[in-house]
T-cell receptor, first 114, second 114 residues
Framework: AQSVTQLDSQVPVFEEAPVELRCNYSSSVSVYLFWYVQYPNQGLQLLLKYLSGSTLVKGINGFEAEFNKSQTSFHLRKPSVHISDTAEYFCAVSLNSGYSTLTFGKGTMLLVSP | DTAVSQTPKYLVTQMGNDKSIKCEQNLGHDTMYWYKQDSKKFLKIMFSYNNKELIINETVPNRFSPKSPDKAHLNLHINSLELGDSAVYFC?????????????FGEGSRLTVL
């Protein structure tokens, strides 16, 4: 079975600073990788996904993530954050063969302050 | 137009009661899901339906019974509610059940059991 580890439960940053949210996964087979964002009192929204091809994936709102197979990581980055980026961010993994649902990490709360 | 809508958004009830949460999607998707998010924000798949057929049934007490009258609706009925059932329940839908695409989430239904 696959699993996802998000090492930081909370990441505080100042506005306009860069940020990296870390995600590591474990799986014995190839996977697809996702980042979702949850704004307060809302459902989850897809930020970006890696299925195949280029390991650098660009998503919405200026976020990007890099798939590193040797390190089994899929860290999320943004060069300059805004107050409005304050939200919970979830890394998720799915097997890329057969039927598979998403397995989520425990989430990282990004807190952006002025 | 809301793509995935859930009702009610908030539900407060006593232990032992029976309650239902309804979900509807207008995206034309074939697959629908129920996820449970606990107080620590951890998201766990409960059920998945494809074209009204149950595909995934994780280790969920049989007090929880999903029902899909058609592929646009997936309801969740919970019998004999317990304190531990307090959580936010998210409905989601996706386009395919064999290739993980983007999941579209509802805004969640916050269940509080007293």
């Amino acid at each position: 079975a696959q699993s996802v580890t998000q090492l930081d439960s909370q990441v505080p940053v100042f506005e306009e600073a860069p940020v990296e949210l870390r995600c590591n996964y474990s799986s014995s087979v190839s996977v697809y990788l996702f980042w979702y964002v949850q704004y307060p009192n809302q459902g989850l929204q897809l930020l970006l996904k890696y299925l195949s091809g280029s390991t650098l994936v660009k998503g919405i709102n200026g976020f990007e993530a890099e798939f590193n197979k040797s390190q089994t990581s899929f860290h999320l980055r943004k060069p300059s954050v805004h107050i409005s980026d304050t939200a919970e961010y979830f890394c998720a993994v799915s097997l890329n063969s057969g039927y598979s649902t998403l397995t989520f990490g425990k989430g990282t709360m990004l807190l952006v302050s002025p | 137009d809301t793509a995935v809508s859930q009702t009610p958004k908030y539900l407060v009830t006593q232990m032992g009661n029976d309650k239902s949460i309804k979900c509807e999607q207008n995206l034309g998707h074939d697959t629908m899901y129920w996820y449970k998010q606990d107080s620590k924000k951890f998201l766990k798949i409960m059920f998945s339906y494809n074209n009204k057929e149950l595909i995934i049934n994780e280790t969920v007490p049989n007090r929880f019974s999903p029902k899909s009258p058609d592929k646009a609706h997936l309801n969740l009925h919970i019998n004999s509610l317990e304190l531990g059932d307090s959580a936010v329940y998210f409905c989601a839908s996706s386009r395919a059940d064999y290739l993980p695409g983007e999941l579209f989430f509802g805004e969640g239904s916050r269940l509080t059991v007293l």
